[in-house]
């Protein structure tokens, strides 16, 4: 659908249910990540892209302290709240995204007096693309605008992460919020996490004859559940072990003497190894792109894909049949993307093996007994914008 049409569509679903014309549309993508999975809470690089697949937002202000908010993808209505009345980790439900984003921007003392929201999304829930983070960016950006308050792109980043970790209560980074807000049409972002500064990378795939395919697992995962803390609190204790303010701190060069130095802290010792060398693999994939050697980024993908399964300990048997399979069938790369524990992996291939790797994967899956995955490709698209 196009954007115009989607746009349309939801201008009269808003009508619809609140009586009036919105005062605008607005749209934000969910993501995926090329490379550099749970080093974005070590202050470390990440390399993500944005997908078409979009959370769509009408949204009127209102003046009267309250929030009304409608999903179109939920069942259940109307959900009318009271601003003063927005209290973190209050809300268990769908409606603590949007909320959350309007209790962290009044938190930080921006001047919002109530909204009308409709809400529509394709980007896969549970599925490791950021559904969450494309819903609090595309409210971000709509009252950014609609009340002027003239925050740039990276300050709403922050503040929906705010929300997320505050007032949702899940401990995430800032990779999904800031690859919704910044990333741009036929770019990978190369975000370092520690200041925000960012670089635009070319990644035109079809150009040079390759695809990246994007398998949904169909294992629904959650950060608000204990594992991602768990490995959040863990190298958090190796940072302090160490005496570096994050794992960024410690140099790829100086890892072995780092590990060395954690005696038989094995769990800790693992989560460092593995942030240190995703790390150093970020910088690799952006040195290769930069050098326009893109196919050689394949195995550092896969390099990636097997640290998380064996040092960091967030894959999972599907995830990883995912991998197993494409790069056994010709598979230029694979790794799992996101959070992990379910969720979605990328598999990078020539065009002419996508046909041949779509069946592989799916034999496979259906060999082993799990619920058929869905795959499609994922070309790098637009970042959060205003539509009307
Ligand atoms: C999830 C989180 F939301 C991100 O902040 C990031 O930590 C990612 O998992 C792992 O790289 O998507």
Partial sequence: MGAAVAAQEVREAFAGLYGAEPDGVWAAPGRVNLI?????????????????????????????????????????????????????????????????????????????????IHLTSTVPTGAGLSSSAAIEVVVALALNDLYELGLQRWQLARLCQRAENVYVGAPTGIMDQTASACCEEGHALFLDTRDLSQKQIPLDLAAEGMRLLVVDTQVKHSHSTGEYGKRREGCEKGAALLGVDALRDVPFAGLDAALARLGDEEEVRRLVRHVVTEDARVERVVALLEAGDTRAIGPVLTEGHA????????????LDLVVDTAVAHGALGARMTGGGFGGSAIVLTDITEVDTLTKAIGEAFAAAGHTAPRVFEAVPSPGARRLV
């Fill in 36 to 116: 550099g999975e749970h080093t974005d809470y070590n202050d470390g690089f990440v390399m993500p892209f944005a997908l078409p697949h979009q959370a769509l937002a009408a949204v009127s202000r209102r003046a009267d302290g309250r929030l009304r908010l409608h999903s179109s993808d939920i069942e259940g209505g109307v959900a009318e709240l009271r601003l003063d009345d927005l209290v973190p980790e209050s809300d268990e439900s769908w409606t603590a995204y949007p909320a959350g984003v309007v209790w962290a921007l009044r938190e930080a003392g921006h001047p919002v007096t109530g909204a009308d």
């Fill in 307 to 318: 640290s998380l399964r064996d040092d960091f300990r967030v894959s999972c048997p599907e």
